[in-house]
């Protein structure tokens, strides 16, 4: 075994490597580490990190309550307008969200650390199972809801405290959406996913259907027929092909897939990986690939980005952990045909790139780089069947600022709505809006009460 | 380099900082401790009268408050004076004298208040060759109870009478530390001069309670279920000491008598600070009790190089250069403005400044400026109250900045006037437009 065996194997490495590999990668803060990070913030009034936050958490007030010592009121601030803080605090690339616009970034170049101290509080309160909120009482509303992601669960969620009745129906086996089969192993350990949407749902009312797919199953205007209203939080189910010359050789990956099985593994060791490793792609699913390759024990991974690196959607943080992992990023290359032996996976030749007037074009000079795996990581795409005639454009879905489609009673939020930010916390507060406009909608048109008693 | 020596009613010192009566002066292991870590002198953990000793609590006997990263900023103690055998502090007290002739040794004293008590305590205290005698009225719990500490030293005639018989039976100095619970410090100063004190020192600790444990419903620290209020110390008491020693400083009637500046010191600014309104040197006791012996160093290099900095070249230099500045607030310049300024390179822009006082204060500062998030002073609002100073997080990021003479105050409208003129001459007081009229 060991990290140099070609070709694309499991048990690479020892197994107690694999255990400290995929541990935490922001280890939980202890209670005197809560309480230090905590007392550097400063409470500022109308707090840029708030504005920052796209759920708008009150974070001075959570801070706050942390540093005197009401974590259990902290976390009932942060689930206020987050019901996933949880996941939020272990996934949200904070360096470009609330801590980026942490004042203490101008005073000395260190925030504070609103994630960490943000899991520290929702850890205390869902060890303990603390429930915040009761159901309001019942309105009679069915809710139909497809997608158990961050998105569909955040409305659910709000959707059950109004007092209307819920149900999710999710294509996967599981519920969470990407928090169980796409957020990178060493961000969520010990199972986290799960218990969150096990807390998530613990408000009651809300009912999930695994394995049924919209399109296959049944369709929108199915659910339109029998639902008062209709919530898509459908993410983005499909991945973008490469249309490359190779493209079906053994060992050419979908990054997506090879992350959900990282995910779904116990102990890491069975999940096979190739020695030489390139990923095609610059956002987060491929540093996620590239990093997971490489903790996998391949010996060399790659990732090849086809423009710049101030290009690239993986935050300085994210490159950062890859560097400090062993990925080597290049730029500038494209991918052009994958070389084959014998079907499988030889190496890959790319194309050096430029700017050309704002234009990427292809430089016409080449290299090969030798691998025995490949992930495409070139981005995800969203697949919409079974929508009738719900409007779409540049294939996403077309909803207002409140997740309103062009469809009466019909709702929409998270990664399959167009002009969203691809993170878990946006898909959070878009599943949240949509609630609050359900909810004002089933206000509206409440028969109101009559005058003559 | 600054010359630190001491000498205070006569008891030389290598350098002005004491520790203070205390758990750290409680025996000979602590005090020789002390004097190699470099303290310049100790005035004694009290000692009581012959007999068996007090008996202290056997649960806790301190609580605390703390800042940021638990930083402790005051103490409060329910400890008494010794506990330990009179003759056996004494037979230290004499040992640690002729090991380190160059350091203060004070012995802090406190008896009942009879005659005969005081009487038969100082011969034997002068025996040891102690530097002088520190009179401990201050102690504001369990020696109050049984009639001493505070006891004594809220009561003006006890005080004058005490110091009165030690005078007259010893021919140490006599030091009288007082008290703070007391609403006028000045009475109890004025008392100790009378009764012929060389010198007071000051202050005690404060009545307290520090904290109550809401488990139980009971004051901390807790004995058994119950507790007491303690005596209070620490960074937290500084400006109530401060002020103590200044009223004291610039009495008619005590102007002049030395003090020994007590209360919170824990930096050599601190130190500075005592001996600017008038301390001849300082005493410590949590800072010491916070962080162990070695903070001395720091106190001795940090007073050392920030004389050499200004030119002070002994303590005279400094000792009382503050004290003409203490004034009454009726006689305060009222023609005097500032304003706040903002410095923009600074500025984290926390915004703590302007919800202080647009909230609290005179909404003199912006929050946005053409929709951009912005906080700068409105001069036409801003009436120097300086608050926005103090809760800004940048140190130096707003200043107060003197408007001078015949610029328009945008505020009132009027050009700044060149002429001093307090409340006693202002048109609103009553008492001047009477004394006019
Ligand atoms: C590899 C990877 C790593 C990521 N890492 C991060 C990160 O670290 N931080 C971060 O903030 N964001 C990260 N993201 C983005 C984040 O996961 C998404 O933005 C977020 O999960 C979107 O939530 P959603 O509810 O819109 O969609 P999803 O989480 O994708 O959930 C959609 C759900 O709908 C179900 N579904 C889809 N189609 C159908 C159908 N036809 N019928 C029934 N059910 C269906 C799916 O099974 C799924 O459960 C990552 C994404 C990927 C791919
Ligand atoms: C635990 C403790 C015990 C004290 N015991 C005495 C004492 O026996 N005699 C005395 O004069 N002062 C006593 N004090 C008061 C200190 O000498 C000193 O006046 C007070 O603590 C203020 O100084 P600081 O702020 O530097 O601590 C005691 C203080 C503490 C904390
Ligand atoms: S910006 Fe930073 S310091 Fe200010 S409230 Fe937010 S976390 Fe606290
Ligand atoms: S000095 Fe007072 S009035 Fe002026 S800006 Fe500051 S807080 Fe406001
Ligand atoms: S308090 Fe200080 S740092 Fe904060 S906004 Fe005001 S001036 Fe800027």
Same mark, same amino acid.
């Given at each position: 075994?060991?990290?140099?065996?070609?070709?694309?194997?499991?048990?690479?490495?020892?197994?107690?490597?694999?255990?400290?590999?995929? /541990?935490?990668?922001?280890?939980?803060?202890? #209670?005197?580490?809560?309480?230090? %990070?905590?007392?550097? *913030?400063?409470?500022?009034?109308?707090?840029?990190?708030? $504005?920052? =936050?796209?759920?708008?958490?009150?974070?001075?007030?959570?801070?706050?309550?942390?540093?005197?010592?009401?974590?259990?009121?902290?976390?009932?601030?942060?689930?206020?307008? &987050?019901?996933?803080? @949880?996941? *939020?605090?272990?996934? =949200?690339?904070?360096?470009?969200?609330?801590?980026?616009? *942490?004042?203490?970034?101008?005073?000395?170049?260190?925030?504070?650390?609103?994630?960490?101290?943000?899991?520290?509080?929702?850890?205390?309160?869902?060890?303990?199972?603390?429930?915040?909120?009761?159901?309001?009482?019942?309105?009679?509303?069915? !809710?139909?809801?497809?997608?158990?992601?961050? %998105?569909?669960?955040?409305?659910?969620?709000?959707?059950?405290?109004?007092?209307?009745?819920?149900?999710?129906?999710?294509?996967?086996? #599981?519920?969470?959406?990407?928090?169980?089969?796409?957020? %990178?192993?060493? +961000?969520?350990?010990?199972?986290?996913?799960?218990?969150?949407?096990?807390?998530?749902?613990?408000?009651?009312?809300?009912?999930?259907?695994?394995?049924?797919?919209?399109?296959?199953?049944?369709?929108?205007?199915?659910?339109?027929?029998?639902?008062?209203? !209709?919530?898509?939080?459908?993410?983005?189910?499909?991945?973008?092909?490469?249309?490359?010359?190779?493209?079906?050789?053994?060992?050419?990956?979908?990054?997506?897939?090879?992350?959900?099985?990282?995910?779904?593994?116990?102990? +890491?060791?069975?999940?096979?990986?190739?020695?030489?490793?390139?990923?095609?792609?610059?956002?987060?699913?491929?540093?996620?690939?590239?990093?997971?390759?490489?903790?996998?024990?391949?010996?060399?991974?790659?990732? =090849?980005?086809?423009?710049?690196?101030?290009?690239?959607?993986? /935050?300085?943080?994210?490159?950062?952990?890859?560097?400090?992992?062993?990925?080597?990023?290049?730029?500038?290359?494209?991918?052009?045909?994958?070389?084959?032996?014998?079907?499988?996976?030889?190496?890959?030749?790319?194309?050096?790139?430029?700017?050309?007037?704002?234009?990427?074009?292809?430089?016409?000079?080449?290299?090969?780089?030798?691998?025995?795996?490949?992930?495409?990581?070139?981005?995800?795409?969203?697949?919409?069947?079974?929508?009738?005639?719900?409007?779409?454009?540049?294939?996403?879905?077309?909803?207002?600022?409140?997740?309103?489609?062009?469809?009466?009673?019909?709702?929409?939020?998270?990664? *399959?709505?167009?002009?969203?930010?691809?993170?878990?916390?946006?898909?959070?507060?878009?599943?949240?809006?949509?609630?609050?406009?359900?909810?004002?909608?089933?206000?509206?048109?409440?028969?109101?009460? /009559?005058?003559?008693? | 380099?600054?010359?630190?020596?001491?000498?205070?009613?006569?008891?030389?010192?290598?350098?002005?900082?004491?520790?203070?009566?205390?758990?750290?002066?409680?025996?000979?292991?602590?005090?020789?401790?002390?004097?190699?870590?470099?303290?310049?002198?100790?005035?004694?953990? $009290?000692?009581?009268?012959?007999?068996?000793?007090?008996?202290?609590?056997?649960?806790?006997?301190?609580?605390?408050?703390?800042?940021?990263?638990?930083?402790?900023?005051?103490?409060?103690?329910?400890?008494?004076?010794?506990?330990?055998?009179?003759?056996?502090?004494?037979?230290?007290?004499?040992?640690?004298?002729?090991?380190?002739?160059?350091?203060?040794?004070?012995?802090?004293?406190?008896?009942?208040?009879?005659?005969?008590?005081?009487?038969?305590?100082?011969?034997?205290?002068?025996?040891?060759?102690?530097?002088?005698?520190?009179?401990?009225?201050?102690?504001?719990?369990?020696?109050?109870?049984?009639?001493?500490?505070?006891?004594?030293?809220q009561?003006p005639e006890?005080?004058e009478?005490?110091?009165?018989?030690?005078?007259?039976? $010893?021919?140490?100095?006599?030091?009288?530390?007082l008290?703070p619970n007391i609403t006028d410090i000045r009475k109890p100063a004025r008392a100790a001069k009378a009764?012929?004190?060389?010198?007071v020192?000051l202050i005690?600790?404060?009545?307290?309670?520090?904290?109550?444990?809401?488990?139980?419903?009971?004051?901390?620290?807790?004995?058994?279920?119950? @507790?007491?209020?303690?005596?209070?110390?620490?960074?937290?008491?500084k400006p109530i000491a401060l002020n103590m020693v200044a009223e004291i400083a610039r009495d008619p009637e005590t102007y002049g008598l030395?003090i020994?500046g007590?209360g919170?010191?824990?930096?050599?600014?601190?130190?500075?600070e005592f001996l600017a309104l008038g301390a001849?040197?300082?005493?410590?006791?949590?800072?010491?009790?916070?962080?162990?012996? #070695?903070?001395?160093?720091?106190?001795?290099?940090?007073?050392?190089?920030?004389?050499?900095?200004?030119?002070?070249? &002994?303590?005279?230099?400094i000792t009382g250069r503050a004290v003409p500045n203490v004034t009454d607030w009726q006689y305060l310049n009222l023609n005097y403005i500032a304003k706040a300024k903002i410095?923009?390179?600074?500025?984290?822009?926390?915004?703590?400044c302007h919800?202080a006082c647009e909230d609290t204060s005179h909404q003199a500062i912006t929050?946005?400026?053409?929709?951009?998030?912005?906080?700068e002073v409105m001069e036409d609002e801003c009436v120097g109250c300086n608050l926005c100073v103090n809760v800004c997080?940048?140190?130096?990021?707003i200043t107060m900045e003197e408007l001078p003479v015949g610029t328009i105050d945008q505020r009132t409208g009027k050009p700044v006037d060149p002429n001093y003129a307090n409340w006693t001459t202002h048109p609103n007081n009553p008492m001047a437009r009477q004394a006019a009229e």
């Amino acid at each position: 075994m060991g990290t140099t065996q070609s070709g694309i194997l499991g048990g690479r490495l020892p197994l107690g490597e694999y255990e400290s590999n995929f /541990s935490d990668l922001h280890p939980p803060l202890d #209670k005197h580490e809560a309480l230090v %990070a905590s007392d550097r *913030c400063y409470f500022c009034h109308d707090a840029p990190c708030m $504005t920052a =936050c796209p759920t708008s958490i009150d974070i001075p007030l959570f801070i706050r309550q942390i540093s005197t010592g009401n974590p259990i009121g902290s976390a009932k601030t942060i689930f206020d307008q &987050n019901i996933l803080g @949880g996941m *939020c605090a272990r996934v =949200c690339p904070t360096e470009t969200l609330c801590e980026q616009a *942490c004042v203490r970034n101008t005073a000395e170049e260190r925030p504070v650390e609103i994630g960490r101290l943000q899991r520290y509080a929702t850890d205390v309160a869902m060890k303990e199972n603390k429930q915040f909120y009761t159901r309001a009482e019942t309105s009679g509303r069915r !809710v139909a809801i497809v997608g158990a992601g961050p %998105a569909g669960l955040a409305a659910a969620h709000r959707l059950a405290v109004k007092g209307h009745d819920v149900v999710i129906y999710d294509a996967r086996p #599981k519920s969470g959406g990407l928090n169980e089969y796409g957020i %990178a192993a060493y +961000k969520s350990v010990d199972d986290f996913a799960q218990k969150e949407v096990d807390y998530v749902l613990s408000i009651g009312g809300i009912e999930v259907k695994n394995g049924q797919a919209l399109g296959r199953d049944f369709t929108l205007a199915d659910l339109s027929e029998q639902y008062d209203a !209709v919530f898509l939080g459908l993410g983005l189910a499909g991945v973008n092909a490469l249309r490359l010359e190779g493209e079906n050789a053994e060992g050419v990956d979908d990054a997506v897939d090879f992350i959900a099985a990282l995910r779904q593994s116990k102990t +890491k060791a069975d999940i096979p990986v190739g020695r030489r490793v390139v990923v095609l792609g610059g956002g987060m699913t491929a540093v996620d690939a590239a990093v997971q390759a490489k903790l996998l024990g391949a010996e060399e991974v790659t990732i =090849c980005y086809r423009r710049g690196k101030e290009h690239m959607n993986a /935050s300085e943080f994210e490159q950062d952990l890859a560097a400090s992992k062993g990925v080597t990023i290049r730029h500038w290359l494209q991918p052009k045909r994958i070389a084959e032996k014998d079907g499988k996976v030889a190496g890959i030749e790319l194309e050096y790139t430029t700017l050309e007037d704002g234009k990427l074009t292809a430089t016409g000079e080449t290299g090969i780089i030798a691998a025995d795996q490949i992930f495409k990581a070139i981005g995800q795409s969203f697949l919409g069947a079974g929508l009738g005639a719900l409007q779409l454009e540049g294939g996403r879905i077309v909803a207002d600022a409140e997740g309103r489609t062009s469809l009466a009673n019909v709702w929409a939020g998270g990664d *399959c709505v167009l002009g969203g930010e691809d993170l878990t916390v946006s898909a959070v507060a878009m599943g949240r809006d949509a609630a609050e406009s359900i909810n004002r909608a089933f206000a509206a048109a409440a028969p109101r009460a /009559s005058a003559v008693a | 380099m600054a010359d630190l020596r001491n000498n205070f009613v006569g008891i030389k010192s290598p350098n002005p900082f004491w520790l203070a009566s205390a758990p750290p002066t409680d025996k000979a292991y602590n005090v020789e401790r002390a004097f190699k870590a470099g303290w310049g002198g100790v005035v004694w953990k $009290t000692l009581g009268e012959e007999g068996p000793p007090v008996v202290n609590v056997n649960g806790p006997r301190y609580g605390a408050i703390w800042g940021a990263d638990r930083r402790l900023l005051g103490l409060n103690n329910i400890e008494l004076i010794t506990d330990r055998d009179l003759y056996v502090n004494l037979r230290e007290m004499k040992q640690v004298k002729m090991n380190w002739p160059d350091r203060a040794l004070i012995a802090s004293i406190m008896v009942p208040c009879e005659e005969e008590a005081w009487k038969a305590i100082l011969p034997l205290v002068e025996e040891t060759g102690a530097d002088g005698i520190e009179l401990n009225f201050g102690c504001p719990h369990g020696m109050s109870e049984r009639g001493m500490g505070a006891a004594v030293g809220q009561v003006p005639e006890y005080i004058e009478m005490v110091v009165r018989w030690c005078k007259q039976y $010893t021919r140490m100095p006599v030091i009288t530390k007082l008290t703070p619970n007391i609403t006028d410090i000045r009475k109890p100063a004025r008392a100790a001069k009378a009764g012929g004190t060389d010198a007071v020192s000051l202050i005690n600790t404060i009545n307290s309670i520090v904290s109550v444990d809401l488990d139980n419903f009971a004051p901390n620290p807790t004995v058994g279920g119950k @507790g007491t209020h303690g005596g209070y110390c620490g960074p937290a008491v500084k400006p109530i000491a401060l002020n103590m020693v200044a009223e004291i400083a610039r009495d008619p009637e005590t102007y002049g008598l030395p003090i020994s500046g007590i209360g919170g010191i824990t930096t050599w600014r601190d130190a500075a600070e005592f001996l600017a309104l008038g301390a001849g040197n300082v005493q410590v006791c949590t800072a010491a009790m916070t962080y162990g012996f #070695k903070i001395v160093q720091e106190m001795i290099s940090g007073l050392s190089d920030w004389m050499d900095a200004k030119g002070h070249r &002994n303590l005279d230099d400094i000792t009382g250069r503050a004290v003409p500045n203490v004034t009454d607030w009726q006689y305060l310049n009222l023609n005097y403005i500032a304003k706040a300024k903002i410095d923009q390179d600074a500025c984290i822009k926390c915004g703590r400044c302007h919800i202080a006082c647009e909230d609290t204060s005179h909404q003199a500062i912006t929050q946005f400026v053409n929709g951009v998030r912005h906080f700068e002073v409105m001069e036409d609002e801003c009436v120097g109250c300086n608050l926005c100073v103090n809760v800004c997080p940048v140190e130096n990021c707003i200043t107060m900045e003197e408007l001078p003479v015949g610029t328009i105050d945008q505020r009132t409208g009027k050009p700044v006037d060149p002429n001093y003129a307090n409340w006693t001459t202002h048109p609103n007081n009553p008492m001047a437009r009477q004394a006019a009229e």
